[in-house]
């Protein structure tokens, strides 16, 4: 198990919860690929870890797979994630240090390198990966997040 410190859990949607892919309908809906082996963050809930999705991104798939989730706290349409992610630490009165950060691409390295813990999913660009404490073995919407949930973050994987 992970240092006691981590209080949040923050990942990123596009390319770590999803393969990476949006598909757009006739209508123009936003249609992203979730994997339902990555429905774990109760896990996390259990032991009083809070959750929060940050996303450059902002439509009603992300808000209602977060809400699915009962995820703590959503970040969407961030252009700065590191004034983003700083802004929620002060409001919920927590450092860099107690968090853990999920990412994949150049927007989600300024939190990584500040985060107490970071993850990269197996197909993140090089430039993540070189900043990351820890590389996924699954690919991004392919169980990752379940991965390093259970690996990192799970009581009974870690007795």
């Given at each position: 198990m992970l240092n006691k410190k981590i209080k949040l859990f923050i990942t990123d949607v596009d390319g770590v919860l999803?393969?990476?892919k949006i598909y757009y309908s006739s209508s123009g809906d936003v249609l992203r690929n979730?994997?339902?082996?990555?429905?774990?963050?109760?896990i996390l809930?259990?032991?009083g870890i809070?959750?929060?999705?940050c996303s450059g991104e902002?439509?009603?798939s992300i808000k209602n797979r977060a809400k699915k989730?009962?995820?703590?706290?959503?970040i969407?349409?961030?252009q700065d994630k590191l004034k983003d992610v700083s802004s929620l630490l002060k409001r919920l009165k927590l450092s860099f240090d107690n968090i853990a950060y999920v990412g994949d691409d150049l927007g989600d390295i300024v939190v990584m390198k500040k985060a107490g813990v970071s993850f990269?999913?197996?197909?993140?660009?090089?430039e993540v990966k070189r900043v990351a404490d820890h590389i996924t073995e699954a690919e991004a919407g392919s169980g990752a997040i379940r991965e390093i949930v259970e690996k990192y973050f799970s009581k009974s994987k870690n007795k």
């Open positions: 999803t393969d990476g979730y994997d339902m082996h990555d429905g774990v963050f109760y809930k259990e032991q809070l959750t929060a999705f902002s439509d009603d989730l009962k995820i703590d706290f959503v969407l349409g961030s990269a999913v197996k197909n993140a660009i090089e």
